[in-house]
C-alpha cells in the first residue's frame, strides 16, 4: 500500500489558524506486512536519527492499527519525503493524517475524509494545516463542538506557490509562544476584515486583491523577528510581481502565491539574493491525502 500527502500552507497571513491550502510537494510513503519491523527513509529527514528510532508517523499508525485489527504484526516502511521538518510546511500534519488513513488503508477499512479529518484534530488542535492535508486545495477551517467545519476550493492552475525555506528550522510549539497573550481592539479587527476579505478573494480568483487582504497584524511580526531576512524576502517576492508573500504556517518559510507567467522570474530573483536558502515553485494540490494502491 502506497500513500500521498501534500505539504500545506497555513494562515496565509490573517487567517492565524484558520486558512489554509496544499501545495504539490508531497511525503509519500509505502507500507508492506513484514517478518521484522523495518523502516528506511530518503529525503527530507533522512540524516534525523529521531525519524528513524521515535517517529510519530510509526507511533500513530501503530496506535490506530493495533485499535482497528486487535493484531500484532510487523511492517516495512518506505519513506520518500519532499516536506522538510519545522519550516512552516505542515511537515507534522502530513504525519498525523497519512499515519492515520494507512492504518485504515491496510486493514482493508474505508474512512471517509470528514472523518479522518475529525481524527487527526486529536493530534493539531489547530485545523489549518490539517484541513488541506485531508482535502487538497484551499480551505477556510475553524472547530465547533470538537468538530471541524471548513469549506474548500480547488486551487486553479494559473496560478503558482514560491516557497523560500531556511536552512533553520522553527518549531511550532515555540513559535506559538513568542507570541503575545493579549490583542488590541484595533488589531483584532484588522485581521478579522484582512481574513475576511482574503477568504472571499481566493473564493472569486481575484487575484489583485491578495497583496493588500494577505496583511496581518497579529503573529508574522513577532515570528519573524526571530529571522529578520524574512522581511527581505517577502519586500524581494512583492517587488519582483508576487500576488502575496507570507509567513508560511509557523515558519520559517516564506510563501508566496505568483501568476504563472511571473513565477519562474521571482523564483530566480529570490535565489539570487538569498541563495543560501532553497527556493521552490510548485503547483497547488486539490487531492489532498491519496491511498494509492
Ligand atoms: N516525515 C516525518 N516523519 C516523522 N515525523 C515527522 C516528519 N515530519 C515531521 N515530523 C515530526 O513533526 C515535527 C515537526 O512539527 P512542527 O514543528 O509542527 O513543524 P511543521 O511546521 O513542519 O509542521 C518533527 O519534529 C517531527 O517530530
Ligand atoms: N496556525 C498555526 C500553523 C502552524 O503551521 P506549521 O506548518 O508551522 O505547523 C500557527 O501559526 O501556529
Do not use: C
Not at 521515535?54 to 492499527?65: E, P, S, V
Not at 511537515?91 to 470528514?114: D, P, T
Not at 487538497?136 to 516557497?163: C, L, Q, W, Y
Not at 505568483?258 to 510548485?282: G, M
Amino acid at each position: 500500500m502506497r500513500i500521498s500527502v501534500p505539504a500545506t500552507s497555513a494562515n496565509l497571513g490573517p487567517g492565524f489558524d484558520t486558512l489554509g491550502l496544499a501545495i504539490s510537494l508531497h511525503n509519500q510513503v509505502s507500507i508492506k506486512p513484514s517478518k521484522f519491523h523495518s523502516v528506511s527513509l530518503k529525503g527530507e529527514g533522512s540524516n534525523n536519527p529521531v525519524l528513524k528510532d521515535n517517529n510519530m508517523f510509526i507511533a500513530i499508525f501503530n496506535d490506530f492499527y493495533h485499535n482497528l485489527s486487535q493484531k500484532k504484526r510487523h511492517f516495512r516502511f518506505e519513506f520518500s519525503n519532499e516536506i522538510p521538518l519545522s519550516r512552516g510546511l505542515g511537515s507534522s500534519s502530513a504525519v498525523i493524517v497519512s499515519a492515520i488513513a494507512s492504518a485504515y488503508a491496510i486493514e482493508g477499512i474505508k474512512i471517509e475524509k470528514e472523518k479522518l479529518l475529525n481524527l487527526a484534530l486529536a493530534y493539531e488542535s489547530h485545523p489549518d494545516n490539517i484541513t488541506p492535508a485531508v482535502m487538497g486545495g484551499f480551505n477556510v477551517a475553524t472547530v465547533h463542538e470538537n468538530e471541524v467545519k471548513f469549506i474548500k476550493k480547488d486551487m486553479p492552475r494559473s496560478v503558482k506557490a514560491i516557497v523560500v525555506i531556511p536552512n533553520r528550522p522553527m518549531s511550532t510549539q515555540l513559535s506559538r509562544k513568542a507570541l503575545p497573550f493579549k490583542y488590541s481592539k484595533e488589531d483584532t479587527i484588522f485581521n478579522i476584515s484582512h481574513s475576511s476579505l482574503l477568504t472571499a478573494a481566493f473564493i472569486n480568483e481575484d487575484w489583485e486583491m491578495l497583496r493588500n487582504a494577505s496583511l496581518d497584524k497579529i503573529h508574522q511580526k513577532y515570528r519573524m523577528k526571530q529571522m529578520p531576512e524574512l522581511f527581505d524576502v517577502q519586500k524581494t517576492a512583492l517587488k519582483h510581481g508576487a500576488l502575496m508573500s507570507t509567513l508560511s504556517g509557523s515558519g520559517s518559510t516564506l510563501f508566496s502565491i505568483a501568476l504563472n507567467e511571473d513565477a519562474k522570474r521571482i523564483e530566480s530573483e529570490l535565489h539570487k539574493r538569498f541563495p543560501h536558502f532553497r527556493v521552490l515553485t510548485r503547483g497547488f494540490d486539490n487531492d489532498g491525502v491519496v491511498i494509492k494502491d
